[in-house]
């Protein structure tokens, strides 16, 4: 089981540069486990990319609906008080972004607070660096 994060699902949804890595490490390992907030966080990022015009709209269509399809694979990690302390620790240890800390506070809850030899799949350059950091094997190297 991969712990995913929102960019590497978007990836899977989306073709970007890294989407073939992204498709590679997800046939290896379909059982994902996922942040409560994952949902919410793709279907912006996917928003964001029809806004700007880096993505047609029927391409958001499709995307919109792996999301639902990919939701009814995969486990979340609830918001729970153990992941906002855990995140609230991670924003003073790591330069992360308020999701970011919650994303790998969800992925330490996981974890039950021993990342060693659990596997953490995103394309954030600076969630990669704390994921690491904290002790999660990473799927891919962010660029």
Known sequence: MIFWDSSA???LLVNEPASSDIAAVFAADTAMIVWWG????CLSAIARRE????????????????I??????????????????????????????????LQLAAALTWARGRPLGHVLCTLDDRLSE????E???LAIRAT
């Not at 806004?51 to 792996?66: C, K, N, P, S, V």
């Not at 995969?74 to 972004?97: F, I, Y």
């Not at 704390?130 to 950091?133: E, I, L, M, N, P």
């Open 9 to 11: 699902i978007v990836a």
């Open 38 to 41: 994952t949902p919410v966080e």
């Open 51 to 66: 806004r700007d015009g880096t993505l047609a709209a029927m391409e958001a269509d499709a995307a919109r609906r792996g």
């Open 68 to 101: 639902d399809r990919l939701g009814r694979i995969w486990n979340e990690v609830l918001a729970s008080d153990q992941v906002r302390e855990r995140a609230g620790r991670l924003l003073r240890t790591h330069p992360l972004s308020a999701a970011d800390a």
């Open 130 to 133: 704390g994921a690491r950091k």
């Open 135 to 137: 002790g999660f094997e």
